[in-house]
């Protein structure tokens, strides 16, 4: 089994919580972790810096294009940051993962 981490960043904790329990009930993610941080970009010919929220969500690899599309539709920003990493894991959290996203 492949399995993805799916970074994505928020405006705030309620904006992240609200496209994670999306994600969470309609099984599509089996977990989720929130993470501040703050950020410097490029954004309409500024450098802007602003705090943020990260979400890490984990599923399987053959989901990636459902959570990309479920993102893009609630997500309120013009130009979200929905960024795949693919990772290994312990057989027992692999299996977790598996379940809880084979609903």
Known sequence: ?????????????KEAK????VLMRD?????????????S?????KIV???????????KKENWAKVKKAVEAIHP????CIM????ESNASYANWIHDETNQ
């Open 41 to 45: 970009y490029w954004w309409k010919d």
């Open 27 to 39: 099984r599509l993610i089996a977990c989720v972790n929130y993470f501040p941080i703050e950020s």
């Open 49 to 59: 810096t602003s705090k943020e929220i990260v979400t890490l969500v984990k599923t």
């Open 1 to 13: 089994m492949k399995f993805i981490i799916i970074y994505i960043t928020h405006k705030n904790k």
């Open 77 to 80: 920003y013009e130009t979200p």
């Open 84 to 87: 795949k990493l693919e990772v």
């Open 18 to 21: 609200k496209v994670a329990e």
